[in-house]
């Protein structure tokens, strides 16, 4: 096998660094995993940004992630979805949720004290804005 090992990381919550990232009204805390795993997988953590006003900012627009694999668990608060061919969630602290690659989704709203851990695969992978909804598959006759 030519893979390079995983590294040892351990990510301390005393040293916790949030920055700005894909969402503008959140900020994320990377765990130290793309580095350790070359790439393969990143975790985070993702919070509302405190000092932003985030009234009308609580979405993402529909939107695709060509990637592997993606999950996240809520932590703290609240997250609503729309998701091709599923429908609306809203998922609270505790729920855990697995979108399959590429599943077109749109963020509508959240509570101002969401956080959640996302972990996904590759730890770099493209977001493609989607103009609308795909329409669910015909049933077959």
């Known amino acids: 096998m030519d893979e390079q090992p995983q590294l040892f990381n351990a990510n301390f919550a005393k040293d916790a660094v949030y920055k700005t990232g894909l969402r503008g009204f959140m900020e994320y805390r990377d765990l130290g995993i793309a580095n350790a795993t070359h790439g393969k997988i990143r975790a985070h953590v993702i919070r ?75 730890a770099v992978h493209e977001t493609v804005v989607v103009d609308k909804m795909p329409m669910a598959a015909a049933a077959a006759d």
């Open 48 to 122: 509302i940004k405190q000092d932003a006003d985030t009234h009308d900012l609580h979405t993402t627009g529909l939107h695709r992630h060509l990637c592997d694999f993606q999950m996240f668990y809520v932590l703290k608060g609240w997250i609503k979805f729309t998701y091709e061919d599923e429908g609306e969630y809203t998922f609270n602290a505790g729920d855990c949720v697995l979108q399959p690659p590429g599943i077109v989704h749109n963020e509508l709203d959240c509570s101002d004290d969401l956080e959640v851990l996302e972990i996904y695969s590759p």
